[in-house]
Antibody, heavy 120, light 106 residues
Framework: QVQLVQSGAEVKKPGASVKVSCKAS????????MHWVRQAPGQGLEWMGW????????NYAQKFQGRVTMTRDTSISTAYMELSRLTSDDTAVYYC?????????????WGKGTTVTVSA | SYELTQPPSVSVSLGQTASITCSGD??????VCWYQQKPGQSPVVVIH???KRPSGIPERFSGSNSGKTATLTISGTQAMDEADYYC?????????FGGGTKLTVL
C-alpha cells in the first residue's frame, strides 16, 4: 500500500539545524510532488514548500526561504526537509505529504509526522 | 499574502447537517480542498477540487465553492466526524491553509 514513513522525533538546541526524512513506498516516487507541512502544538497547518522528486525542483513558502532546503534521493525513494537556525517557534510536528501542485493542488497521502522540539 | 478564514468552531447535533465555511477573496475562482484531522492523527483529504470525494470517503461529505465562500457539508453527522477541518487553496504558486475549524458533535 502507499505509505510515507518519516524519521523519528528530534530534540534540537536553538540555532541548530534539523533534517527530517520521508521514505515513500507503494507508488512511483518520481510521479508525485512531495509537500512539507508543519503544525505547532495546538495550532493549524502551515505549508512549508514542495519538491518535485523527478527534477529536484523546489518551491518554498516565503516565510521559510533562506532557512529551508528540500532534497530527495530517488535511489531510495526518500525526500528530505532540512530547517536551519532553529528557534523555539519551530517546535512542531512536521509532515510530508504526497500530492500535486498548481490550481488543483491536493495532498492525498500523509506521513505520520515527525516531532521536532527546540529547547535550550 | 492570500488568506483563508474559517470559524474556529462549529457544533452540530448527532444526525444533523454540519456546514463549515471557508472564505477568501475570489475563492470561487480557485479550487478548494478540505482535510479532516482527528487528535493525534495526520490530516486526511475528504474533498478536493471543490466537490470531489476521494475513494473511501463517505457520501455524507460534500463540498461547494462560489463567490467568496467554500463550504464543507456533512449530512447526517456521526460521532466519528468530530475533528478539526482545514480548507486549502492554491494562490500565486503558494499553498494556503485556513486556520481550521473544530467540529463538535453534540
Amino acid at each position: 500500500q502507499v505509505q510515507l514513513v518519516q524519521s523519528g522525533a528530534e530534540v534540537k538546541k536553538p540555532g541548530a539545524s534539523v533534517k527530517v526524512s520521508c521514505k515513500a513506498s507503494g507508488y512511483t516516487f518520481t510521479g508525485y510532488y512531495m509537500h512539507w507541512v508543519r503544525q505547532a502544538p495546538g495550532q493549524g497547518l502551515e505549508w512549508m514548500g514542495w519538491i518535485n522528486p523527478s527534477s529536484g525542483g523546489t518551491n518554498y513558502a516565503q516565510k521559510f526561504q533562506g532557512r529551508v532546503t528540500m532534497t530527495r534521493d530517488t535511489s531510495i525513494s526518500t525526500a528530505y526537509m532540512e530547517l536551519s537556525r532553529l528557534t523555539s517557534d519551530d517546535t512542531a510536528v512536521y509532515y510530508c505529504a504526497r500530492g500535486t501542485t498548481g490550481t488543483t493542488t491536493v495532498m492525498d497521502v500523509w506521513g505520520k509526522g515527525t516531532t521536532v522540539t527546540v529547547s535550550a | 499574502s492570500y488568506e483563508l478564514t474559517q470559524p474556529p468552531s462549529v457544533s452540530v447535533s448527532l444526525g444533523q447537517t454540519a456546514s463549515i465555511t471557508c472564505s477568501g477573496d475570489k475563492l470561487g475562482d480557485k479550487y478548494v480542498c478540505w482535510y479532516q484531522q482527528k487528535p493525534g492523527q495526520s490530516p486526511v483529504v475528504v474533498i478536493h477540487q471543490d466537490i470531489k470525494r476521494p475513494s473511501g470517503i463517505p457520501e455524507r461529505f460534500s463540498g461547494s465553492n462560489s463567490g467568496k465562500t467554500a463550504t464543507l457539508t456533512i449530512s447526517g453527522t456521526q460521532a466519528m466526524d468530530e475533528a478539526d477541518y482545514y480548507c486549502q487553496a492554491w494562490d500565486n504558486y503558494t499553498v494556503v491553509f485556513g486556520g481550521g475549524t473544530k467540529l463538535t458533535v453534540l
